[in-house]
């Protein structure tokens, strides 16, 4: 049973770990976060920062 557990454990990990890659790798999420937390990038609207390379 406590295998059972450790391995139920492990793919919700690494399943919540695909998800949160999947959030930030989207261009609007990653967009709005870089403008409130980097400050070069405050005074650009989302659609610049989503350009930007």
Sequence with gaps: ???LNLITSSNKTIMYDQYCKMLIGHPYILAR???????????L???EIKKTD
């Design 33 to 43: 976060i870089i403008s409130c937390f980097v400050e070069e990038a405050k005074h």
């Design 45 to 47: 609207s989302l659609d």
């Design 1 to 3: 049973m406590q295998q």
